[in-house]
């Protein structure tokens, strides 16, 4: 315990390892929230759902924070519902059965691009009679527009650009220019200002109502973006999160642990034993890591965790087996070794008491540092197409970014924001293995 | 100077020295061949267990069957030359068919039998043909194949691999000499840089320099159309040879620099340092004999399973820069159920790592005084 306290002590005269320590509770947090706040079955219902899930998201938004960067703005996304009061709503009953029902909803447009598109999603009470809508657009300069009449039967969904009649009262089939533009302008720009949606309904029967909810599908979507079937990249981003740490952790815990007690096993024992895990060793040599990973992807399974315990039993029997077992010849020849012999101390007590605690100030570093690299493997392999199926990534984003084509599209928000929480995590523990390394590795500790 | 660490001077006398020689030679020729003998039986196992996983022992063999199955009778159902035929003479062609492609791909054997004539096939290098696989000029042959894609492999791993090397050992070198300098900080404080792998690196060239730059290309060995000129050819390869070049060398050159450097001062604060610089020896010459002889092992050691690795590419590298070399291939052949091309892309690993682990003892021996071959069988 003193012993902890003081390796600790000596970690704060590291920079590196203060910020590597900063950056893995930052992680270890942001795991958390993403556990706490999305259940493992709602993460994989949402990342797995289509269209019903996402249809209020345009596809390919960019974070909405690239605003601040450039000097041309682009729309930002938003939804409005006439139930939650968001837009206005106000009934009057003309007779027993006719009501009229007006929404409204006005928003200023500051920007200096055009939305992707425009939905109106009614959700009609009947009971016998179908209401009816007639929607119109009033643009700041004063001019009104028709957009639509129509009944309403049953869900119905009014998709501004796809509704072929808008487009020929228009003349156009660029919907939202149309609607946005300034008509004096010579090149299609926007016109900035105070628009409203206006939405007046009849109802024909006592009972019977029309809620609407009005999604504005712009350019920007939320914190990080959205991909090509409209998934808000928050989702994987956040809950990439503990499933990397866990993956990188678990293999990094497992491997190391399991490699020093085969190796204290192996010298302990000596004789067959050890001579036995000498050749696994080298026939583990032989083996092409990454080519069985794949074998075992693409036959199999690409189960993530199936995919963990393959990556540990091929990196069980490693180079660092033959080091750590180098370390245990020496100490076990060492005095307080014969001593616990003397008295006859059992061979598991000697291994697991005197052998290997003995090693820990070597096994901690190397645990830390090896934690990227399985990381970064199960990144790798998700690049390859052989991510989890079902599990939300940061490996199956670049797959999926990489995949369509981001790069030459100029979506790069698509695949810088995975790789640099990659890069973040990679570096995190990184830094802190370094620092551990040079304060618990005699050998380095003048150098 | 190899030859010259031979005749160091033997400590016995004259007089048991004939008959030392004797028994070392003995000595020699059974330890080598204890050691071929080891090595050659963790080639066969090793092999013989990427031949089991490259078949799931046994469960590709279904996969591949139901495929034939399925292509067969869809190829047939929907072929408007076979509608008019009988129900019963049609069943009969079905069978007929799957029966023959079976045969082709060696599934009416069964997997046992099979996977040890893989084995034998493969420990005679008699690679024989890939199953779905063909090179881009037809032939099926798994030796073409792979021939066929090593020059690629080679140019990239070759050249990142070899200035990665010297370069991260002769750095290391001048920063062990000006050890605490301003660069070594920096070396030092970049190391953790190699955290991550040469694709990931790769996709922020693509970015910047492709995408956003587009001043090199995006990926791919030459563009298309290739230029006629051999002169330009050999131009606008080496332009794609760019980026993923870079990506291979900053993916790992900091920690390479570290280590040796770190390697090169555990070395130079050895006693017989302090007592050459104290002798007054210039600091060349303390660098040559008391640091650099002593650490050639470990740098040949190095070099000698670098060399090896060259072989294998950079699977997710050469996907993420569509670099047709052997690692796609290999990635490509897993798809495609091809046990002899996955197989065969093992054997010559597996083959190389062998013969170099054996000659690597004798090297050793070359220059390094302390060793004596053989000294460590009676361990």
Redesign the interface.
């Known amino acids: 315990m003193k012993k902890i306290k003081e390796w600790f002590r000596a970690l704060w005269h590291f920079p590196s390892a203060v910020m590597g320590l900063a950056i893995i509770i930052f992680l270890l947090g942001v795991a958390a929230y993403a556990l706490v706040t999305i259940p493992y079955k709602e993460a994989v219902r949402l990342w797995r759902g289509g269209e019903e899930v996402w249809y209020k998201n345009p596809k390919y938004a960019a974070p909405a924070w690239l605003n601040f960067f450039s000097t041309k703005k682009q729309p930002l996304s938003f939804t409005v519902d006439s139930e939650d009061g968001s837009m206005t709503k106000t009934v009057t009953a003309n007779s027993a059965d006719i009501s009229t029902v007006d929404i409204t909803y006005s928003f200023d447009y500051t920007y200096d691009g055009f939305p992707d598109e425009m939905i109106l999603y009614f959700t009609p009470t009947i009971i016998k009679k179908f209401p009816f809508v007639s929607i119109s657009w009033l643009t700041p300069d004063g001019r009104k527009i028709r957009i639509a009449d129509m009944a309403v039967e049953y869900k119905a969904t009014f998709r501004f650009s796809q509704d072929k009649k808008l487009q020929t009262r228009l003349n156009t089939e660029n919907v939202m220019q149309a609607l946005f533009a300034d008509p004096k302008a010579e090149t299609p720009t926007p016109l900035k200002g105070a628009y409203q949606l206006v939405i007046s309904g009849t109802t024909f029967e006592a009972g019977s109502q029309i809620a609407a909810q009005f999604v504005f599908q712009g350019k920007l979507f939320g914190l990080a973006g959205t991909d090509k079937y409209r998934r808000d990249l928050l989702l994987p981003l956040l809950y990439g999160t503990p499933i990397a740490l866990a993956f990188g952790l678990l293999a990094a815990l497992g491997t190391s642990l399991l490699t020093m007690v085969i190796a204290a096993i192996g010298t302990w024992y000596g004789g067959w034993v050890d001579e036995l895990i000498q050749r696994i060793t080298a026939i583990n040599m032989v083996l092409p890591f990454l080519a069985i990973l794949i074998m075992v992807g693409t036959f199999y399974s690409r189960s993530i965790w199936l995919m963990l315990g393959i990556a540990i039993l091929l990196s069980i029997f490693s180079g660092s087996i033959m080091t750590y077992r180098s370390i245990f010849v020496q100490s076990k020849e060492s005095s307080y070794i014969e001593a616990a012999r003397a008295y006859g101390a059992s061979s598991s007590r000697i291994i697991f008491s005197y052998l290997i605690p003995r090693m820990i100030p070597l096994l901690i570093p190397a645990l830390v540092s090896s934690v990227p690299s399985f990381v970064f493997l199960e990144a790798s392999l998700a690049v390859l197409g052989l991510g989890d199926p079902i599990l939300p990534t940061w490996g199956k984003v670049i797959n999926d970014a990489l995949g369509d084509g981001a790069l030459y599209q100029g979506r790069y928000y698509w695949v810088v924001e995975p790789t640099i929480l990659l890069m973040i995590t990679g570096f995190g523990f990184a830094l802190l293995g370094f620092a551990l390394d040079r304060i618990l590795n005699p050998r380095l500790r003048d150098i | 100077m190899a030859t010259e660490t031979l005749t160091t001077p033997a400590p016995e006398t004259p007089l048991v020295k004939q008959k030392f020689t004797n028994s070392t030679f003995m000595r020699l020729l059974r330890y080598t061949a204890l050691r071929l003998v080891?090595?050659a039986?963790?080639?066969v196992?090793?092999?013989y267990?990427?031949i089991m996983?490259?078949n799931?022992g046994g469960?590709?063999d279904t996969?591949m069957r139901n495929e034939v199955t399925d292509n067969i009778t869809q190829s047939i159902a929907s072929n408007p030359a076979y509608r008019n035929m009988a129900s019963s003479v049609r069943e009969k062609l079905i069978k007929e068919k799957i029966a023959n492609e079976v045969e082709r791909l060696g599934l009416n054997q069964p997997f046992a039998v099979r996977s040890f004539r893989y084995l034998t096939n493969a420990l005679t290098l008699n690679l024989g043909r890939a199953i779905n696989m063909t090179s881009d000029h037809g032939s099926k042959q798994v030796r073409l194949i792979l021939l066929e894609r090593l020059p690629a492999t080679l140019l990239l791993t070759g050249t990142s691999e070899l200035i990665l090397f010297f370069a991260s050992v002769f750095i290391a070198l001048s920063l062990s000499r000006r050890?605490g300098s301003w660069f070594d900080k920096l070396t030092?404080?970049l190391?953790?840089?190699?955290?991550?792998?040469p694709?990931?690196y790769g996709?922020?060239f693509?970015?910047i320099f492709?995408?956003?730059l587009r001043v090199l290309p995006?990926g791919g060995l030459v563009d298309s159309p290739p230029p006629v000129n051999k002169l330009a050819y050999g131009l606008n390869i080496l332009k794609h040879l760019i980026l993923p070049g870079i990506s291979v060398i900053i993916s790992s050159i900091f920690l390479s620099i570290y280590n040796w450097r770190?390697f090169f001062?555990?070395y130079s604060?050895e006693d017989y340092v302090e007592m050459a610089k104290a002798k007054g020896l210039p600091p060349r010459d303390v660098e040559r004999r008391y640091i650099l002889r002593p650490t050639l092992p470990t740098i040949i050691t190095n070099f000698a399973l670098l060399v090896i690795t060259l072989w294998?590419g950079f699977?997710?590298t050469e996907?993420?820069f569509l670099w047709p070399g052997l690692g796609i291939t290999?990635?490509r052949a897993?798809?495609f159920?091809d046990t002899p091309v996955?197989v065969g892309?093992?054997i010559i690993?597996?083959y190389m790592?062998?013969l170099t682990i054996f000659l690597l003892d004798f090297v050793y021996a070359l220059v390094d005084p302390r060793v004596k071959v053989g000294s460590g069988s009676s361990r």
């Open positions: 080891t090595l039986i963790t080639v196992v090793g092999v267990l990427t996983i490259a799931m469960y590709v996969i050890y030092i404080a190391s953790p840089t190699s955290a991550a792998p694709w990931f996709i922020f693509i970015l492709a995408a956003v995006f770190t001062l555990i604060s294998t699977t997710i996907t993420v290999l990635f897993i798809g159920y996955i892309s093992t690993y597996a790592l062998a």
